[in-house]
């Protein structure tokens, strides 16, 4: 079937975005990256509205951080990767200066457009955490991908749905983080690093939030694929296959003792 003259616009920009991002090399981009990270944690850190807090916030990101440089000569990501970290973190850091009960968005919409965002939206609290939580699943579930399929190979629907399975339960480790925190400390630093600003529901809002962003985000990687890979059908298939018809189990245990093959 002949392209239609969209779909040939289309391949022409993503071309083009691939030829951009390639003609950097690969460490200069990723050291570019860094540098500008580091001056957005030291704006972020400077004059932050509660040191605490900021404290807090920035512990995951520190853990984040290491697990990035410790794998980045054994596994260096790609640079769509890195910049999708990147843009998640700039975002989270305003967070973090701000606390997130506190973002003033509204002022800087009223500055613009003479009204509230709140105002106009409906909403009754400050909605900057849930922003953050959404781009947490649409800017980190695709580096999360990468991982899964170049570390344990997974192909077809499990490279769309482990993204997502991770996503959500990485959200929910981090809002146990800050539930386990704010019962221990018990200080106005961890009540704000919990900012649930009264809502009893806050946790599983802020955990749909972050999923529905990993659904946005593996839906497009998928429309791309089936757009560009001609053997995304046949490995969606496969992947949902059958692949030991034997139950395991007791069964397992069996064969294990008995020295047999696997089925």
């Known amino acids: 079937m002949k392209p239609t003259p969209r779909l040939l616009?289309?391949?022409?920009?993503?071309?083009?975005?691939?030829a951009a991002l390639r003609s950097v090399p690969h460490g200069r981009y990723v050291?570019?990256?860094?540098?500008?990270?580091?001056?957005?944690?030291?704006?972020?850190?400077?004059?932050?509205?509660?040191?605490?807090?900021?404290?807090?916030?920035?512990?995951?990101?520190?853990?984040?951080?290491?697990?990035?440089?410790?794998?980045?000569?054994?596994?260096?990501?790609?640079?769509?990767?890195?910049?999708?970290?990147?843009?998640?973190?700039?975002?989270?850091?305003?967070?973090?200066?701000?606390?997130?009960?506190?973002?003033?968005?509204?002022?800087?919409?009223h500055t613009v457009f003479a009204t509230t965002l709140n105002t106009q939206l409906g909403f009754e609290r400050n909605h900057f955490d849930r922003l953050v939580h959404f781009s947490y699943g649409l800017l980190i579930a695709y580096p999360i991908r990468e991982i899964f399929l170049r570390l344990v190979k997974v192909d077809g629907f499990w490279g769309y749905f482990l993204p997502l399975d991770v996503t959500l339960s990485t959200s929910a480790f981090y809002e146990l983080l800050e539930w386990i925190t704010a019962a221990v400390v018990g200080s106005d630093a961890s009540n704000d690093f919990l900012g649930s600003q009264g809502d009893i529901w806050d946790a599983q809002k802020d955990m749909a939030m972050a999923g529905l962003g990993a659904v946005f985000a593996m839906t497009l990687s998928a429309l791309i694929a089936w757009r560009y890979d001609r053997d995304f059908a046949r490995e969606f298939g496969e992947s949902l296959k059958l692949k030991r018809t034997a139950p395991l189990g007791e069964e397992e245990i069996a064969r294990i003792q008995l020295g047999r093959p696997p089925d």
């Not at 616009?9 to 691939?18: M, Y």
């Open 9 to 18: 616009r289309a391949r022409q920009r993503v071309n083009t975005l691939v």
């Open 31 to 109: 050291l570019g990256l860094a540098a500008l990270l580091g001056l957005v944690l030291l704006a972020s850190a400077w004059g932050a509205r509660a040191t605490g807090t900021w404290l807090l916030e920035n512990t995951p990101v520190a853990l984040g951080l290491l697990f990035l440089w410790t794998t980045y000569r054994l596994m260096p990501l790609s640079r769509v990767s890195y910049t999708l970290v990147f843009l998640f973190l700039a975002l989270h850091e305003i967070g973090a200066h701000w606390t997130y009960a506190h973002v003033p968005y509204d002022e800087w919409w």
